[in-house]
């Protein structure tokens, strides 16, 4: 049995750290487990240019922990309005790595996104040129598509055409929730890959809404039956090298999320690691973790692997029951619950 693991200091390709006040909380948090991660560009007014993305850059440093190394990679936001020289200024500012395409509506602050897909063909052409990477919130918003099936019909309608028309734009298909996701990237070329969020792998739509509704655990794209979280657990623990660690941690108060319209996100980087470690080792695929969480996200964003190592070791901890943000407290991520696996601290 193992007892202990030490791995590569794994990457988190996708969080949401906020801003302001919530940066004393998300900076700290990332720091402690990951080399890098990449910020997701949906504050209030979203992270445009390059411009937006320095300054987001710079406030985010001030929060860094004094002897931590870790860097924030930085992803402009697409509109409607992106233009060729958003993309070309991006990537000659060697700090912008991609660029996130949410559609109008689809979650949180996305209210700037993107209202006709089809449209954006000029600017993902520029992407493919400039080799930065595009990140896909894969659904599609029309009211008469059922939001189980969005993701789904996302792939059909949006991203075989995609693929199709750009064959060397590197893609990320984020916080994928289905099988037809899993199996689609799977069978697919090396341009195409996709994160997986802790929250995917640990719960199904039976644990938000069986026996009462579980608001903590809404997210977007929504959690789907179990079927499809075993599917992610497969994918993610199998070894393939288009599988890698997003945590898509994504905090909001507690009253914004308790209540009648509550927004989507969980807060998952109080164990961010440990979250991974525990669908791994139940799936037998500690051997794999490493690659999951420290190796294919790094090789897809053609980075080099962090050159420190960090330490898991079985260690039974208990997952606290709220956590103070922003002069309030946000309910974690299995928030009460034991876990096996624990971060070895320097
Ligand atoms: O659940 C989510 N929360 N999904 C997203 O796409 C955005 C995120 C957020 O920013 O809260
Ligand atoms: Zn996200």
Not at 98 to 125: C, H, M, W
Not at 304 to 331: A, D, H, M, R
């Amino acid at each position: 049995m193992v007892n202990q693991l030490t791995l590569i200091r794994p990457d988190d390709w996708h969080v949401h750290l906020r801003d302001g006040d919530a940066l004393d909380t998300t900076v700290p948090a990332a720091a402690k487990y990951f080399g890098r991660s990449i910020i997701m560009p949906n504050l209030k007014l979203p992270v445009r240019n390059v411009n937006d993305a320095l300054f987001y850059r710079q406030r985010i440093l001030r929060h860094r922990p004094k002897d931590s190394q870790w860097l924030p990679l930085m992803v402009l936001y697409l509109t409607d309005d992106t233009s060729k020289k958003d993309i070309s200024e991006a990537k000659k500012s060697g700090f912008v790595q991609a660029v996130k395409y949410y559609p109008a509506g689809a979650t949180t602050n996305s209210a700037s996104g993107v209202t006709q897909l089809e449209r954006l063909d000029p600017i993902f052409n520029e992407i493919q040129e400039s080799n930065l990477i595009l990140q896909l919130h894969g659904e599609v918003t029309d009211q008469n598509i059922d939001i189980f099936d969005r993701e789904a019909v996302f792939i059909d309608r949006h991203l075989r055409r995609i693929k199709e028309k750009f064959p060397e734009l590197k893609i990320v298909l984020e916080h994928i929730t289905t099988s037809q996701a899993a199996q689609y990237v799977e069978e697919n070329d090396q341009y195409l890959a996709a994160t997986i969020t802790p929250q995917h792998l640990l719960y199904n739509r039976n644990d938000m809404l069986a026996g009462g509704i579980r608001p903590h655990l809404y997210c977007l794209p929504i959690l789907k039956r179990d079927i499809h979280q075993k599917e992610l657990i497969r994918a993610a623990t199998s070894g393939s090298k288009k599988f890698f660690l997003g945590t898509d941690s994504a905090p909001h108060v507690s009253e914004t999320k308790e209540s009648a319209c509550g927004c989507a996100g969980c807060f998952s980087h109080h164990a961010a690691l440990e979250f991974y470690a525990e669908v791994f080792d139940q799936a037998d695929a500690m051997h794999h973790l490493e690659a999951f969480a420290s190796i294919n996200g790094a090789q897809f964003y053609q980075l080099p692997l962090n050159k420190s190592k960090i330490t898991l070791v079985k260690e039974p901890w208990t997952i606290p029951e709220e956590i103070p943000f922003c002069g309030s407290q946000l309910i974690p991520l299995a928030a009460g619950m034991a876990l096996n696996w624990k971060l070895r601290l320097p």
